[in-house]
T-cell receptor, first 113, second 113 residues
């Protein structure tokens, strides 16, 4: 049972445009959400997180939006840069999962110059 | 060295071999984790250690044997693996147990022949 799903395996955008990566979850008890970025031959690196008490968190070019009623979160990158090309994983945790992180399958973002 | 390091970065082994993966974290964290990432699948949590004590074994076959001699070092001992165990094995650490942001190492790409 996949509790965190990233339905788009890949996304391609032009440099300077907005990248929107989406993530859906099924466990309504999740209360903390994270995005990780992974370059080839490297481990995932933490990007940004959001708690369920908020619906938006912004850090520079990266903004995460949380829609609890839809059980949906998204990561917006604007403006997108070629160096943003990587695999992006969303992850969620909550008390009922023992606070363990549950990851999505990842979305490969390619930003074209 | 800073962050989370893993050795070796690549490993090829036969089904009858015994090998070990090593992880070291230089972040002063108290919790360490082993994850498995197979192609096109989400990261799967394998083991969790908190202050050197194993707190989670996510139904991992006994051919994978973790060892945590101290809060900075984590090993994964491998023996009689199967070809389907070929994957990227990632180590992570966090300050607190499970709920805190996890920081990942670069991973060991394991191929079982």
């Amino acid at each position: 049972d996949q509790q965190v799903k990233q339905n788009s395996p890949s996304l391609s955008v032009q440099e300077g445009r907005i990248s929107i990566l989406n993530c859906d979850y099924t466990n309504s008890m999740f209360d903390y959400f994270l995005w990780y970025k992974k370059y080839p031959a490297e481990g995932p690196t933490f990007l940004i997180s959001i708690s369920s008490i908020k619906d938006k968190n912004e850090d520079g070019r990266f903004t995460v939006f949380l829609n609890k009623s839809a059980k949906h979160l998204s990561l917006h990158i604007v403006p997108s840069q070629p160096g943003d090309s990587a695999v992006y994983f969303c992850a969620a945790s909550g008390e009922t999962s023992g606070s363990r992180l549950t990851f999505g399958e990842g979305t490969q973002l390619t930003v074209n110059p | 060295e800073t962050g989370v390091t893993q050795t070796p970065r690549h490993l090829v082994m036969g089904m009858t071999n015994k090998k070990s993966l090593k992880c070291e974290q230089h972040l002063g964290h108290n919790a360490m984790y082993w994850y498995k990432q197979s192609a096109k699948k989400p990261l799967e949590l394998m083991f969790v250690y908190n202050f050197k004590e194993q707190t989670e074994n996510n139904s991992v076959p006994s051919r994978f044997s973790p060892e945590c001699p101290n809060s900075s070092h984590l090993f994964l001992h491998l023996h009689t693996l199967q070809p389907e165990d070929s994957a990227l094995y990632l180590c992570a650490s966090s300050q607190g147990h499970l709920a805190d942001t996890q920081y990942f190492g670069p991973g060991t790409r394991l191929t079982v022949l």
